[in-house]
């Protein structure tokens, strides 16, 4: 079966960095995919990474390793809005997205 | 705003009702999809459609029944619903289905209780 495993729920503190790992194990890749979801929201797209390696945006960056089925997700300089979950997803081999549960996380100030 | 509108926001029906939420995207995107979601759970995937043709449907009983009338416009028709199928209900648009990095916009969901 297809699996995206991400911890349930992280804790990190104002100004401090975190990363938010997510391991996958699917039928084919073809894109890996990190959205926001602020409680009562819809989720917003934040990275793609299809190739190995790391993307920087700002103050979040992506990383990708496709041999181990591995990425994170970091936050830099974490500010009290970052407080959301992060959700996970997969693009299979027939394009479907499969998603993780998401990982709650918490920043204290 | 993401580009993508739900309505309404918020149903509370009685298992033997009718109902629809309706979707509708301003991003002149070509495919759309349904999904639920669930507590502590990761998306389902319920329905997609690419230009106005059903292309995937992920073993949804049929007391749910998807309409996509044009590109810009999607439908979840609900009847006879159990109590197990209170959830959010995101619809989602993207560029194309597959390909590039085609993210999906969500819109703000459906909160569906059913008692």
């Known amino acids: 079966g297809q699996n995206i495993d991400q911890p349930t729920e992280m804790t990190a503190t104002e100004g401090a960095i975190v990363q938010i790992n997510c391991t996958y194990q699917t039928s084919g890749f073809n894109g890996l995919f990190w959205y926001q979801q602020h409680a009562g929201e819809a989720p917003t797209f934040l990275s793609y990474n299809v190739l190995d390696g790391l993307e920087e945006k700002g103050r979040f960056s992506s990383f990708l390793s496709r041999s181990k089925g591995y990425s994170y997700l970091l936050l830099k300089e974490l500010q009290m809005k970052d407080s959301a979950s992060y959700l996970c997803?997969?693009?299979?081999?027939?394009?479907?997205?499969?998603w993780g549960a998401g990982t709650k996380l918490i920043i204290k100030p | 705003e993401t580009g993508v509108t739900q309505t309404p926001r918020h149903l509370v029906m009685g298992m033997t009702n009718k109902k629809s939420l309706k979707c509708e995207q301003h991003l002149g995107h070509n495919a759309m999809y349904w999904y639920k979601q669930s507590a502590k759970k990761p998306l389902e995937l319920m329905f997609v459609y690419n230009f106005k043709e059903q292309t995937e449907n992920n073993s949804v009983p049929s007391r749910f029944s998807p309409e996509c009338p044009n590109s810009s416009h999607l439908f979840l028709h609900l009847h006879t619903l159990q109590p197990e199928d209170s959830a959010l209900y995101l619809c989602?648009?993207?560029?194309?289905?597959?390909?590039?990095?085609?993210?999906?916009?969500f819109g703000p969901g459906t909160r569906l209780t059913v008692t």
């Open positions: 989602a648009s993207s560029q194309g289905e597959t390909g590039g990095s085609y993210e999906q916009y």
């Open positions: 997803a997969v693009r299979d081999s027939n394009y479907q997205l499969i």
